[in-house]
């Protein structure tokens, strides 16, 4: 069965310090990955994606993901997190044309500690 | 500016009622999707569209009905056989890199 799984519902961090927010998927075809940002009341921004090659992708906002073909992750990165990051974080797996398969996960909620 | 825009942003229906919410897209896309969000749950996919005069169900179609008279507008009805749609509803167009880009949201409360 193709899902996304997200397995920290809630994370709390303190300003200034690094963030990893895991993001794992089961997906039949290869799969091109995503990471969206929710801030309460907003719609999705995109902050990344892969498609294929380099395997560390950068995205807006300072943030950075990394495939791993063989842990089905997809997991997001920030060296230094500021109050402004402070959101739900949605990683999403589609594919190419495959116009009803984007599948997210259920998000996680990440708080920062002043 | 190119982007996504839902009107409105916030909508009360009294049981019984149908209502509409506008989707409206100037970024040339031709797919576009209807997802609803609950709290502490992902986006359910209620109906996409790939192109003009064509539309498909998602996985929870039932008690919604959308339609796709212009490329750039797809508008979701949200009918009274919808049985909890206390809800935030997004909108999103799908460009040609397969990238979703999404609008503002509509938050629908049952009144």
């Known amino acids: 069965a193709q899902s996304v799984t997200q397995p920290d519902i809630h994370i709390t961090v303190s300003e200034g310090a690094s963030l990893e927010l895991r993001c794992n998927y089961s997906?039949?075809?290869?799969?091109?990955l995503f990471w969206y940002v929710q801030s309460p009341g907003q719609g999705l921004q995109l902050l990344l994606k892969y498609f294929s090659g380099d395997t560390l992708v950068q995205g807006i906002k300072g943030f950075e993901a990394e495939f791993k073909r063989s842990q089905s992750s997809f997991n997001l990165r920030k060296p230094s997190v500021h109050w402004s990051d402070a959101a739900e974080y949605f990683c999403a797996v589609g594919a190419r044309a495959s116009y009803d398969k984007v599948i997210f996960g259920p998000g996680t909620s990440l708080s920062v500690i002043p | 500016d190119g982007g996504i825009t839902q009107s409105p942003k916030y909508l009360f229906r009294k049981e019984g009622q149908n209502v509409t919410l506008s989707c409206e897209q100037n970024l040339n896309h031709d797919a576009m999707y209807w997802y609803r969000q609950d709290p502490g749950q992902g986006l359910r996919l209620i109906y996409y569209s790939q192109i003009v005069n064509d539309f498909q169900k998602g996985d929870i179609a039932e008690g919604y009905s959308v339609s796709r008279e212009k490329k750039e507008s797809f508008p979701l009805t949200v009918t009274s056989a919808q049985k909890n749609p206390t809800a935030f509803y997004l909108c999103?167009?799908?460009?040609?890199?397969?990238?979703?880009?999404f609008g503002p949201g509509t938050r629908l409360t049952v009144l």
């Open positions: 999103a167009s799908r460009s040609i890199t397969d990238t979703q880009y």
């Open positions: 997906y039949g075809a290869t799969p091109y």
